[in-house]
């Protein structure tokens, strides 16, 4: 049966309803989100595979091609000391449900890499094939930790420009929370271009998961003695009410309630967790890899030191000119 589809142009954009037009134009920004190739990094030192479990779910909801990606040490003294104890077969703990995806007419692949550096593998992973998400467990690591050494996750924050999503065994269930943190105090267009992403990519996930969206926005006075002059509070209010101002105009245009936008005045580093803990999220958010604003502030990268205090799965979303 052949079907013909007649689409009517309005003679202008007055002719239709801004709300409506609007409203289209968000959700065709939604559905154009696609991810059609994930690379998921199974763990061979663990039989939580976390990140094997969470990429079938949002490779079944979202019908993309998944890629499981094993990374083997180089055969060295070293990492037969290492690995050779505790190595796992991955695609063997969860072959029954990677037969099943399959039955159900899912493309999955598996590959194996040699290498010592899991960042460095899905990095030359990523040159050979295009991706539009990474996922892999994440080790929390004690803060000494980072005093003497380089997490190998942060390489891959640092120098991939695919997405990456750092998770853990928390559950995925329906009608839960996503924190995404943006910064409003840039207003160069290239800044707003990339929280509107950071929106997009929210949205399209909240959609995904049958969840909800709070937004956070941290902010420091330039001169923290104006928090304590009582000459200069009126000061400090107004440019409160202007950063809250510029996280409801960056939030208009998704439709997220008032009472799910926070202005938070303090470090990031200490806001985030905390709002993520208070609210309970299942996925906090994040710009990764801009060098500017309030995040270039501290020492590193402001995303790199939130992430071991989260105690929930991590979205770093890269700007698309990094």
Wanted: charged share 20%; with cysteine; hydrophobic share 40%.
């Amino acid at each position: 049966m052949l079907v013909k589809i007649i689409l009517i142009y309005p003679a202008s954009f007055s002719d239709v309803s801004s709300t409506v037009y609007q409203g289209f134009l968000d959700k065709m920004s939604v559905l154009m989100i696609a991810y059609k190739h994930i690379l998921a990094v199974v763990d061979t030192r663990s039989p939580m595979q976390n990140s094997l479990r969470k990429a079938m779910i949002l490779s079944d909801k979202t019908n993309a091609k998944l890629t499981l990606l094993e990374v083997s040490p180089k055969n060295t003294l070293l990492s037969k000391l290492t690995h050779s104890s505790s190595s796992i077969e991955p695609f063997a703990v969860h072959k029954k449900s990677i037969e099943q995806y399959r039955a159900q007419g899912k493309k999955i692949e598996n590959k194996t890499r040699i290498n010592n550096s899991v960042s460095k593998a899905i990095l030359e992973e990523l040159e050979q094939e295009q991706y539009d998400l990474v996922i892999l467990n994440y080790k929390h690591h004690h803060p000494l930790f980072h005093e003497f050494s380089f997490a190998d996750e942060w390489r891959l924050l640092r120098q991939s420009d695919v997405a990456v999503m750092l998770v853990g065994s928390n559950e995925w269930g329906e009608n839960g929370h996503i924190l995404t943190a943006i910064e409003t105090d840039d207003a160069s267009h290239q800044h707003n271009t990339f929280n509107q992403k950071l929106l997009d990519e929210t949205e399209h996930i909240a959609s995904l998961l049958s969840s909800d969206i709070h937004l956070v926005n941290c902010f420091l006075e330039q001169n923290l003695s104006m928090a304590i002059k009582p000459s200069k509070v009126k000061h400090r209010l107004n440019n409160q009410r202007r950063h809250w101002i510029n996280l409801v105009d960056s939030s208009n245009s998704h439709q997220i309630e008032h009472s799910h936008l926070h202005l938070e005045e303090g470090l990031p580093d200490h806001i985030i967790p905390n709002m993520a803990e208070k609210y309970g999220a299942n996925i906090v958010i994040l710009g990764a890899g801009e060098h500017h604003g309030l995040f270039s502030h501290f020492k590193g990268h402001t995303s790199e030191h939130i992430i071991d205090q989260l105690n929930c799965d991590i979205f770093a979303i890269k700007p698309a000119s990094s």
